[in-house]
């Protein structure tokens, strides 16, 4: 009997040997492809109609820009973000320091943005070196100013929500507060006509919370997103002082037309929200001429795209609801 079973063992261990060998092979067959299919990658590169960053433009890196927002979030809320502790006496020094290392990724990263359109689309010089460096240290030299901003975003997220708990809390966990502040960032560049890189800030923002807001908008002061999951704000809208939207509101454009797209392309396409504002979860205005007037309040799953004057409410009719007994 223990003959018997060597045999069978032996003879199924061969058996294993022979189905690898075969598994071998075939894998070997299946990679020998491999460099037809890199042929037929490269040539799809080379089809006009596709899309293949190659040739000598330089272009701004994705993961640098990510560590500029990082960086800048350690500057404007200092001590919130930092592996070790802070105080009066290691604050400048620890300022410093992270000032300069995001001067130079800055000034870098606004060179490559601005001299990738400069060779890209062959447009005229623009001293894209000397332009990085200064608008890189005129964005830092507004960062007390943008902390002052961000300061009344906190006020009004603690303010208007009874669930926080704390202004840290606000600062360390809420995703709107942390779109803004991306927001506020990439809209100076924006306004400074730097190309790629606010957009790559407002939209790594986007990725992180589910928030879009269009670095081209303008958002006035003590701005609260409540949620915020859903929420878009598209390039032109302008929303005033003390403005509270919730989740899933659009401040958005209307369709257009194929033929319409570059001609309002530099029009207004997004609505106007004036002081004092509240915009309920769910609700669309759009449109460039829709304005919503001083203290009105927009109610849940409103769609507009007319005007609303100032201290109006608008809400849909109660719907009916069924209530049906379940049978057991």
């Known amino acids: 009997m ?7 063992e032996i003879m199924e261990h061969s058996t294993k040997k022979e189905l690898c060998r075969f598994s071998l092979a075939a894998c070997r067959s299946y990679r020998d492809r491999i460099p037809d299919v890199v042929d ?24 640098v820009v990510t560590d500029i927002v990082q960086r800048t979030f350690r500057i404007l809320f200092p001590g919130y973000f930092s592996v070790s502790h802070r105080d ?5 020094y620890y300022i410093g320091e992270e000032v300069t290392v995001l001067y130079e990724l800055l000034a870098a990263q606004i060179t490559l943005s601005v001299q990738h359109d400069c060779l890209r689309y062959d447009q005229p010089c623009s001293q894209c070196l000397e332009r990085g460096h200064q608008t ?18 906190v006020h009004a997220t603690y303010d208007g929500d009874p669930a926080a708990a704390s202004h840290d809390e606000i ?3 809420y995703p709107g507060l942390f779109a803004i502040a991306v927001y506020r960032i990439a809209h100076y560049l924006f306004e400074y006509n730097v190309p790629l890189l606010p957009r790559i800030m407002t939209e790594y923002a986007h990725t992180l919370t589910g928030i879009d807001i269009h670095p081209g908008a303008r958002i ?14 598209g390039e032109t809208t302008e929303i005033g002082n003390r403005v509270r939207i919730y989740q899933g509101v659009t401040l958005g454009a209307l369709s257009l037309k194929k033929d319409e797209v570059n001609e309002l392309r530099n029009q207004k396409r997004h ?6 504002v509240i915009i309920y979860a769910g ?14 309040v927009i109610g849940g799953n409103v769609w507009l795209t007319d005007s609303v004057p100032s201290d109006t409410e608008v809400f849909l009719r109660k719907p009916d609801l069924v209530f049906k007994k379940i049978p057991y």
């Open 271 to 276: 609505p106007t929200i004036e002081d004092d």
């Open 2 to 8: 223990c003959h018997s079973y060597g045999v069978i």
């Open 171 to 173: 600062i360390f966990c």
């Open 136 to 153: 890189a240290l005129a964005l830092l030299s507004e960062f007390p100013r943008l902390r002052g901003m961000l300061a009344t975003d």
């Open 220 to 233: 006035g002061t003590s701005f609260f997103i409540d949620h915020g999951t859903g929420v878009v704000i």
């Open 283 to 296: 609700a669309t205005i759009l449109g460039g001429q829709t304005v919503i007037g001083t203290r009105s």
């Open 88 to 92: 009066d006496q290691t604050l400048r």
């Open 40 to 63: 037929d990658i490269v040539q799809s590169c080379r089809d006009e109609r596709g899309f293949c960053h190659r040739g000598p433009e330089t272009i701004p890196s994705h993961r």
